[in-house]
Structure formats: C-alpha cells, structure tokens
C-alpha cells in the first residue's frame, strides 16, 4: 500500500474514537463494535485494488491482463486514485450511510 501513513493516521483515530466512545458510554460492547465498524470502513476506503477498478464497469468481471513485453504498468495510480464515479459515489453512499446509522443507533441506546 503506498498510502501507509494515512492507513496508520486512520487506525490512531479510529483507536482513539473507539476510547472516546467506550468512556462516554461506559461500555465495552459499543466500544469493541465501534472500532471492528472503524476497520472495515478504513479496509474499504483504503484497502481495494483502485487500478482494477478504475477500469469502466463493463470490464470489471474479465481480468486485467499485462503484456509479457510491456515494461510500464497498465494502469498508473499518480492521480487518478480517488477518482469520482457517480455509480461508485452511490453505492459507497448507501453502505456507509446505512453502517453509519445502524452504529449510531446502536451506541445512542
């Protein structure tokens, strides 16, 4: 992963929301599901394979396949890595948002 520091910035964020929430609620349950909700939202923003899916959407079920001869990549990732696609944007929108107020109503109770 070439963005290591971000991915370490996120887990000492993530470590210190969950402490946050542990104490403001006294409670070790709302704390633990907070932050394993923490991880698999760092693993899905910081974790997928963006050159496979930078590709259109049509291309996504066959493999991205690299030349023997070639020597460049067949994708470079300068900065083209956050990328806004409006099909990508609503389905991240619909899973986090739905994750985001499951978490909320289960650490407000």
Avoid: E
């Avoid at 994708?75 to 409006?86: A, D, E, G, L």
Wanted: glycine share 6%; net charge positive; charged share 15%.
């Amino acid at each position: 992963m070439a963005d290591d520091a971000l991915l370490r910035s996120s887990l000492i964020w993530l470590a210190g929301l969950a402490v946050w929430v542990g104490l403001y609620t006294l409670c070790f349950k709302k704390m633990i599901v907070t932050y394993v909700m923490g991880l698999f939202a760092i693993a899905g923003l910081l974790s997928p394979d963006w050159d496979f899916f930078d590709r259109p959407l049509s291309q996504w079920l066959s493999p991205v396949s690299v030349d023997p001869g070639d020597s460049k990549p067949p994708f470079t990732s300068t900065s083209k890595r956050f990328r806004i696609y409006p099909l990508r944007l609503a389905i991240y929108a619909a899973v986090y948002g739905f994750a985001l107020y499951k978490w909320w109503v289960f650490v407000s109770n």
